[in-house]
């Protein structure tokens, strides 16, 4: 079992504790300049944004990565992990930090708070960056190919001729038991996770240790699949039907789409498209080489993009 110390890792950047939403909030920030927020996704913390910390700040922007709650050193409260709460979240901490909008760049499940943060409270959002995930209306089209076990959408070749099967969120359904595997082993499962859903070579043990370490942190292994289960038990209740009626408006401000060419996960095929949802100017581009983690397995490709769309004062091509 681990602490919440786990997840104070040292470096250039500033550890603090933002209140917003009625929630508290772990944040890593550094830098000086346009805000520029960075919420991760499953299953890792504020820590999978460490080479963007750097190199945004040295660009000249303050860039602040956030534990969602429900993980690392935020709070864990027992509701609160639909996706217009998270939004709700994302919204005060661009207050709390004394900003009125900020960039906000969200991957896998802090990419669907994104886009949820862009359609509810558009003013918050200066610019929007989604890695690695659909738009939150065709992720729930693609549901219907989601694997319900997590060891179907881990390694594996699949069958001549047919695409890899991605994604978890039927596979996080049961109760209890998914929480159970996920810590098993010393939470072997998130390791299997990590490599599984990247290109070969990535993650090394050391990283994979990080994220396992921060997995053992009670009650993340319980919290982090809330996110998954209340968009799927959502999606025929009123309030998933409303949120979705809600995500039809379009999108009103700068979207940068950057995605893996080898992302099992979440597919390129399954995310590309998403600028139907955008009236602003949407950029979709591709990381080479990378699967569902860009950032973290060629981050000087990812840095290259992110950084010339943030200073491109025309974001339209």
Known sequence: MATESAIAISGPWTHRTVSANG??????????????????????????????????AAAGYRAVAADLRGYGGSDKPPRG??????????????????????????????????WTLASYFPKSARRLAVVSMAHPLQLR??????????????????PSGAAKRGGYPLAFQLPLFPERLLVRDSAALVGSILSSWS???????????????????????????EYPRWFVR??????????????????????L?????????????????????????????????????????????FDAELLGWLADPEPDR
């Not at 099992?264 to 990381?287: D, H």
């Open 234 to 255: 959502s999606a025929f209740r009123p309030d998933g039907l409303r949120y979705a009626r809600h995500m039809r408006s379009p999108i009103a401000v700068p979207t």
């Open 141 to 158: 089209t693609a549901l219907a190919g989601s694997p319900l076990r997590i060891t179907r959408s881990l390694s594996g070749a699949p």
């Open 81 to 114: 992990y639909d996706l217009i709460t998270a939004a709700a979240d994302a919204a005060g901490l661009i207050r709390a930090l004394g900003e009125a909008n900020a960039a906000v760049v969200g991957h896998d499940w802090g990419g669907l708070v994104a």
């Open 257 to 301: 789409h950057l995605h893996g060419t080898l992302d099992p996960c979440v597919p390129p095929q399954t995310a590309r498209g998403a600028g139907r949802y955008v009236e602003a100017p949407y950029r979709w581009k591709i990381i080479d080489g990378a699967g569902h983690f860009p950032h973290e397995e060629r981050p000087e490709l």
């Open 199 to 225: 290109a070969p070579g990535w993650p090394d043990e050391e990283t994979a240790r990080v994220y396992q370490r921060a997995m053992r942190i009670p009650p993340v292994a319980h919290t982090s699949l």
């Open 23 to 56: 929630t508290r909030f772990h944040v890593a920030s550094i830098g000086d300049g346009p805000l520029v927020l960075l919420l991760h996704g499953f299953p890792e913390f504020w820590w999978t944004w460490r080479t963007q910390l750097v190199s945004l």
